[in-house]
C-alpha cells in the first residue's frame, strides 16, 4: 500500500504559477507510476500529467507547455509545476499511485484561478 498527500494548492490570480506537492508513503521507486488529476465544479475528473518510473512523462493538451511533472526521489515526492495559469485551470487537484494493479489515491487539493 502506498499513501499520497497532496499540498500547494491555492488561490492565484490569471497568468500566476502554483507547485503542487504529491508526498508518497513509499519509495516512489517502488510506485509503477504517478498521475495528477483535477476535477472541476460540475465536470468529471480529467488527468492532467504522468510520471512512470522510468521518468517518462506525458500531458493532457490543455495544459502542455505550461505545467511540468517533475520527481524527487530522495523526497519521496512529485511535482505539479504549473505556470500561466488560467480560470479554467480552477479544480480540485489529486493525485494517484498505481502499484502493482492497484489504485492509491490522495485526497486533493483545491487551486483557485481568480482576479
Known amino acids: 500500500q502506498v499513501q499520497l498527500v497532496e499540498s500547494g494548492g491555492d488561490l492565484v490570480q490569471p497568468g500566476g504559477s502554483l507547485r503542487l506537492s504529491c508526498a508518497a508513503s513509499?519509495?516512489?521507486?517502488?510506485?509503477?507510476?504517478i498521475t495528477w488529476y483535477r476535477q472541476a465544479p460540475g465536470k468529471q475528473r480529467e488527468w492532467v500529467a504522468v510520471i512512470t518510473r522510468g521518468g517518462s512523462t506525458n500531458y493532457v493538451d490543455s495544459v502542455k507547455g505550461r505545467f511540468t511533472i517533475s520527481r524527487d526521489n530522495a523526497k519521496n515526492t512529485v511535482y505539479l509545476q504549473m505556470n500561466s495559469l488560467k480560470p479554467e485551470d480552477t479544480a480540485v487537484y489529486s493525485c494517484?499511485?498505481?502499484?502493482?494493479?492497484?489504485?492509491?489515491w490522495g485526497q486533493g487539493t483545491q487551486v483557485t484561478v481568480s482576479s
Open positions: 513509499i519509495s516512489i521507486f517502488n510506485i509503477n507510476s
Open positions: 494517484k499511485a498505481l502499484l502493482r494493479g492497484d489504485d492509491y
